[in-house]
């Protein structure tokens, strides 16, 4: 079937009350805008809002999308249809006035058949409706709108089944692959159809390496499942390191005139699960170096461009992490392309809740109606990603630690291994949630004479951050092991979600179970790494987060503002939650690689310096805080005042110095957490770490000081982009001077000016507590940075940016479109 892109041309415009439509307030303003498209981010951040902390202040709305689009007479037969990647949330559509069907949930793929409503010869309208005006429905920033792609499909009655080509890996040798493709013919004709089937398989440079041809027939109105076995000589097999990858395509043909065709991207390659070897990949085994990510896009929000989702995963991976999980919901196809093509595994998961809310107008007032039809839609997209290892069917689900949370939790994983048996299953559960009836009880019982004050019980960030330092020794609880059992022996890996404190315990008590910690601690990964290393049934470790994101404001929050330490979160205007490996304009932060030496795969030391500003200052924190420090030596006005060193190393010990004065050596590696603290003054300069392992050097980092002079300095992560107006430029501007060292101290207000075949789609800075937007042209650097982001129209041409600041040169870059 043939999909064109639908993106263009669409109208918006947010729905006012039926008072303010009636009585002209607010007057509607109708704009013209290209998909993907996130109203939420263009909204006045309100610290009044329903929302609060959860999406970062932004409050959502009832906004309505149209486009008109022409359909010729050939239509009349054929079988058209629209696919929504994305549409948060409580989508219906409508074409011509009519309705057509409706999609409450926001995170999944779906369909909807337009044939039925459709004018031919002529213009049709299409209309859709999103409803986030209900407050909260969710606890992080979620976006609002067609955040996704839309395409249009056009076929014939007699076609591929939509999502109906199904690839499997049957065997693995070195000499031979055996690959299954299972393929759904539907025949929406009156008459009985005959014709015969073509799968083509061609390697990447586009050879073809295997096929097979087999007829078929078909009645009227019916279906049929073809299966077929494909012989693939010497493959190439899909794998972290090398993602190789297969193209299939179909084709239907009726007296060899092609009628239909579909086709998919796959690889070759083989999981294996068990507690001698833990995950094994073709055959090697494989530590999960993972990554929490959200699925908003930093300064884009929640639109998503196949350039995003490809950048992110680039740059996880430069970081070193091998694995994602999509929390807390299913991921995009543009991300899933991303990874098959990058050489990264995925946790696809499926829920945040079921039947019991966690806010009042979330997922679960659908769930009990539409969770089927949804695991299927993720599974209808996942099955040819050889990047998707694992489903996961929930997270920190309310129900689970009772009878029905169990029952409901086996039903679930049966139905997904029902669409998909060849991938394995996790429930992520927090031990915490199991048992907060008798959470007093357990405290009690570990003798801990630390008292507990719970700001807001129903919230499980606050109880955590209220029980910081107890977290162990109440998941170690027995009560924890029993409210848990039912729900790990129903799936194939049991999703600790800060539970690390029953890693060896449950080793022991579970002689059958496999473990991953889905969700840790930052500050957690030394001590997790090394149970990871001593265990094959832990398979990894997946932090709380790989890359920052909207929402749950302050969760990782560093504030010498307040004392208190009763909230986990920040009040406005903070709206970033600030926990991130990766900032959200992609930056990595210190704790990224602290991670890389302690997952061994950094030589060199680390140099973050604490902030010289707050010397001796107490911060309130949270669990989920880092240390208040970046990767500097440029502290100008600091001169000879004290400040704080932080050096990561996996060595036995560094030594520093400063201006080639000698600062001492000190122990670190595993043993020290591998941190080493020196205590010093700054004087600018230079400051030089090196690390040593039984007296030899095996690693060194310099840091230069900036001098006084500024000017700005872009980098383009491309030097062109293709008139699609989906095509995306990347502009990390930093304030630097002449030798490209940055000024963290040296913020400033930057101008940005677009010009020719291109728009601004983003621009703004990782500043977790700015009140500025993300699509004005002026924002304010954050530690010396800004990210800008361009998007192509859809023309050939050029496009001219413009970048000014205070005290800096105007810098001028152009970027052809072609």
């Keep these: 079937m043939l999909r064109q892109n639908f993106n263009n041309t669409w109208y918006f415009s947010k729905v006012q009350s039926l008072l303010n439509e009636m009585t002209n307030d607010n007057e509607r303003t109708i704009s013209e805008v290209t998909l993907p498209h996130d109203a939420m981010i263009l909204e006045e951040r309100d610290p009044n809002t329903k929302n609060q902390n959860n999406t970062g202040y932004f409050p959502g709305g009832k906004y309505e999308y149209s486009k008109s689009f022409f359909v010729p007479s050939s ?33 999944t793929n779906f369909y909807i058949d337009i044939k039925p409503y459709l004018n031919f010869n002529t213009e049709n309208e299409v ?45 693995i040798e070195d000499d031979q692959a055996v690959i299954e493709v299972n393929t759904v013919i539907k025949n929406e004709s009156l008459v009985t159809q005959y014709g015969d089937f073509l799968t083509k398989i061609k390697d990447k440079k586009g050879g073809i390496v295997t096929s097979n041809k087999v007829a078929f027939s078909i009645f009227a109105g019916d279906s049929i499942s073809i299966r077929q076995r494909l012989y693939i000589p010497e493959p190439k097999l899909w794998s972290i390191d090398s993602p190789n990858l297969y193209h299939c395509k179909g084709e239907i043909l009726v007296e060899d005139e092609l009628i239909d065709e579909a086709t998919s991207q796959f690889g070759i390659r083989k999981i294996q699960l068990d507690r001698k070897s833990g995950l094994r990949l073709n055959g090697k085994m494989i530590n999960l170096r993972g990554a929490c990510i959200h699925h908003d896009n930093g300064v884009l929000g929640a639109a998503t461009f196949d350039k995003a989702e490809q950048r992110r995963i680039k740059i996880l991976k430069n970081a070193r992490f091998n694995a994602i999980r999509s929390t807390h919901n299913p991921i995009s196809k543009a991300m899933l392309d991303a990874c098959d093509r990058i050489g990264m595994l995925v946790i696809d998961e499926a829920f945040e809740v079921w039947n019991n809310a966690k806010v009042d107008y979330d997922y679960a007032l659908y769930f009990h109606e539409w969770w089927e ?45 029902s669409l998909d048996d060849s991938r394995f299953i996790i429930n992520s559960v927090n031990g915490l949630l199991t048992v907060m009836d008798d959470l007093e009880e357990i405290i009690k019982s570990t003798n801990n004479e630390q008292e507990i004050m719970f700001s807001d019980k129903a919230d499980i960030n606050n109880v955590m951050g209220s029980l910081m330092g107890m977290m162990n020794q109440i998941v170690a609880h027995e009560k924890v092991g029993q409210a848990t059992e039912a ?48 265990h094959n049934y832990l ?38 939650a600030y926990c991130g490996d990766i900032d959200i304009i992609g930056n990595r932060r210190p ?121 700005l300095n872009l980098d383009i992560d491309c030097e062109t982009l293709q008139p699609t107006a989906q095509d995306l430029a990347y502009i990390m501007i930093s304030i630097t001077d002449e030798n490209g060292i940055c000024h963290p101290l040296k913020d400033r207000r930057v101008t ?67």
């Design 75 to 107: 239509y009349r037969d054929k079988v058209v249809s629209l696919e929504f990647e994305g549409a948060y949330m409580n989508a219906k559509v409508y074409v011509n006035g009519d309705y057509a069907g409706k999609h409450p949930y926001g995170y």
């Design 127 to 171: 209309q859709v409706i999103v409803d986030t005006s209900a407050e909260p429905n969710g606890r992080w920033y979620t976006g609002s709108g067609i955040y996704r792609n839309v395409k249009i499909i056009v076929g014939n009655p007699l076609h591929i089944q939509l999502d109906g080509m199904k690839i499997n890996t049957i065997d």
């Design 373 to 417: 039809s949804e695991i299927k839609s993720m599974v209808d997209k996942d099955y040819n990603h050889p990047s998707v290892i694992i489903y996961s069917i929930g997270n920190e689900i309310q129900e689970v630690g009772t009878d029905i949370g169990a029952y409901w939790n086996q039903k679930i994983a049966n139905k997904t291994r």
């Design 487 to 534: 729900t790990f022996d129903s799936v194939d890996i049991a999703g600790y979600n800060y539970m690390n404190g029953r890693y060896e315990l449950d080793g022991d008590l579970y002689p059958n179970r496999l473990i991953v910690g889905s969700e840790t601690m930052p500050k957690d990964i030394a001590t997790n790494w090394k149970s990871v290393k001593k």
């Design 539 to 576: 398979l990894g470790d997946f932090t709380w987060t790989g890359w920052d994101y909207i929402g749950e404001a302050g969760i990782g929050k560093i504030d010498y503002t307040s004392n208190s330490n009763s909230n986990m979160y920040g009040s406005y205007p903070w709206y970033i």
């Design 591 to 711: 704790q990224s690689f602290y991670r890389e030496i302690v997952w061994g795969l950094r030589n060199n030391p680390y140099i973050a310096v604490q902030k010289p500003n707050y010397y001796g200052k107490k911060a309130n924190t949270t669990p989920w805080s880092w240390s208040d420090s970046i990767s500097s030596w440029s502290w100008p006005g600091y001169e000879a005042q004290p400040i704080k060193i932080e050096i990561y190393s996996d060595a036995d010990e560094v030594e520093v110095f400063i201006n080639n004065q000698c600062l001492g050596k000190k122990q670190v590696g595993e043993s020290n957490n591998y941190t080493a603290i020196f205590d010093t003054h700054f004087h600018p300069g230079e400051i030089t770490a090196i690390a040593y392992t039984s007296g030899k050097e095996t690693g060194r980092t310099t840091l230069q000081s900036a001098d006084v002079n500024l000017m």
């Design 752 to 818: 940005i000016d677009v010009e020719g075949e291109g728009v601004l789609q983003g621009f703004g800075s990782a500043n977790p507590t700015s009140t500025e937007n993300f699509f004005d042209y002026e924002t304010t650097t954050f530690e010396g940075k800004a990210l800008a982001v361009i998007r192509s129209k859809n023309k050939e041409g050029e496009i001219k940016i413009s970048v000014s600041a205070k005290d800096c040169a105007k810098k001028t870059i152009s970027i052809p479109v072609k």
